[in-house]
């Protein structure tokens, strides 16, 4: 029999995963808002810097801690604390009267968003059936960047508004919109059925998993409950047995963010304006981008559970690293400008096709499930590091010559094909409770 697609299981996707849209929204608006800030705070390379990775050490807070209350008082109810941080962000960043409380409302927003990164995918790996797994935990990539492109979308519309020097508040603040209904809407999922056998609430957790569409939910549930008495033993993250999917991990966070994506995404009209584009030339440009972003994240989704995790990396290593060479190139020889958005747009839809719609899922997928809060608050603590790192020092790397950073980031991406083709094991297909064992034996 066919497994099918519940509205239930759709619904609880959904909904989680608009975590994903706020945290695509609130990282990359503000791209739009860096000049203006430039000179309404007479900031720095430096103090740009800060300005635009503060958000995202409180992302690195969010993450190293967000599997507590997670396990604590579960998935779900945590989102709605994250929603909470989202909203207060947008709010004083909207109303901040000065650069300090601009800098604070921007680090509660990275809270939220670190947070939301950790527990959203969680949450949908365990609500998922395996066979849609791969798909639905896509999701969240799916909204993260379509959080990206309605950012850019929406910093060019209140463009087009001439509203002088209280632009960049509408820009920040205007997330409020979605964090609000984000809250709302998170009363009307289920709990995780493994926090509810965690808990033991067998019956509500046997519930969730028939009304999921999972064809053989009592076999499911017996997994769940073997699974949970082994984390009732208390183990440790950081022991040699979880040191290949701790391995794992890392690997696919670190090169996630050594590709550049998130420092181009957050300069990206800089990179423009640096190139020659006038402001609403670069928005438009930003537009075209954060919709290539979009179009290959649904391709992608719709691959990832027949070509498989390790093939898409594969692809998406040397689609990257070939975009990012000529990106290097244009800004060594300062020839050949106009060739700059296609290139950008190439690689964009090479990292969409890989790194962007694998990474969350990979890192939901190779922790079993007595360490997997700890684990996907390691991976996502290892994604936002580097975010925070790069993000920080790349104003300080392109002031020298806009060129570096490129080549930095097309070799990273060279080295990261060789290390998936040898190290990297195929999850597509395996239950979470199959995927602990396969790991451990290697």
Not at 171 to 192: K, N, Q, T, W, Y
Not at 229 to 248: A, V, W
Not at 273 to 300: H, K, M, P, W, Y
Request: charged share 15%; net charge positive.
């Amino acid at each position: 029999m066919r497994m099918k697609l519940t509205g239930f299981l759709l619904k609880s996707t959904v909904v989680a995963a608009l975590g994903g849209l706020l945290f695509g929204f609130d990282t990359a608006v503000i791209a739009g808002t860096t000049a203006a800030l430039t000179r309404q705070y007479r900031l720095s390379p430096a103090s740009l810097g800060l300005t635009v990775s503060i958000a995202l050490w409180g992302t690195i807070i969010g993450a190293m801690f967000a599997g507590i209350p997670g396990d604590r008082y579960g998935r779900r109810d945590s989102l709605r604390g994250m929603a909470v941080l989202y909203l207060v962000s947008a709010l004083g960043s909207a109303f901040a009267w000065g650069w300090y409380p601009l800098v604070a409302a921007r680090f509660i927003g990275g809270l939220g968003i670190g947070g939301s990164s950790v527990l959203g995918p969680m949450y949908i790996a365990e609500i998922a059936p395996a066979k849609w797994r791969g798909r639905l935990v896509g999701v969240f990539q799916f909204n993260v960047v379509l959080g990206i492109l309605l950012a850019y979308f929406s910093n060019y519309l209140i463009g087009l508004f001439h509203l002088g020097a209280r632009e960049w508040r509408w820009e920040l603040g205007v997330s409020g919109i979605p964090a609000a209904l984000f809250l709302a809407m998170l009363f009307g999922i289920p709990r995780s059925p493994r926090w509810l056998v965690k808990k033991g609430r067998v019956d509500e957790a046997r519930e969730v998993l028939r009304l999921s569409g999972e064809e053989h939910f009592e076999e499911e549930l017996a997994e769940i409950a073997a699974s949970v008495q082994t984390e009732n033993r208390q183990e440790r993250l950081f022991s040699r047995r979880y040191r290949l999917p701790i391995f794992l991990a890392v690997t696919v966070a670190m090169f996630n963010q050594l590709s550049g994506i998130n420092a181009i995404l957050y300069y990206l009209n800089d990179i423009f304006a640096r190139a020659g584009f006038s402001r609403i030339s670069g928005d438009l440009q930003a537009v075209a981008v954060g919709a290539t972003n979009l179009v290959f994240t649904v391709i992608a989704m719709a691959a990832i559970d027949r070509l498989g995790r390790k093939t898409l990396l594969l692809i998406g290593s040397i689609g990257t690293a070939a975009c990012l060479a000529g990106v290097a190139a244009i800004f060594f020889t300062s020839r050949h400008q106009r060739d700059l958005v296609w290139l950008l747009i190439g690689f964009i839809a090479s990292f969409a096709f890989s790194q962007g719609a694998v990474i969350w899922v990979y890192i939901s997928e190779v922790f079993p499930n007595p360490v997997r809060a700890q684990g996907q608050s390691l991976g996502t603590f290892t994604h936002w590091f580097m975010n925070a790192l790069i993000s920080g020092i790349f104003p300080l790397m392109a002031a020298s010559s806009g060129a570096y950073p490129f080549v930095f980031f097309s070799a990273m991406m060279v080295l990261q094909f060789f290390v998936v083709l040898l190290l990297f094991p195929e999850t597509k297909g395996i239950s979470l409770e199959a995927m602990q064992k396969k790991l451990e034996m290697a």
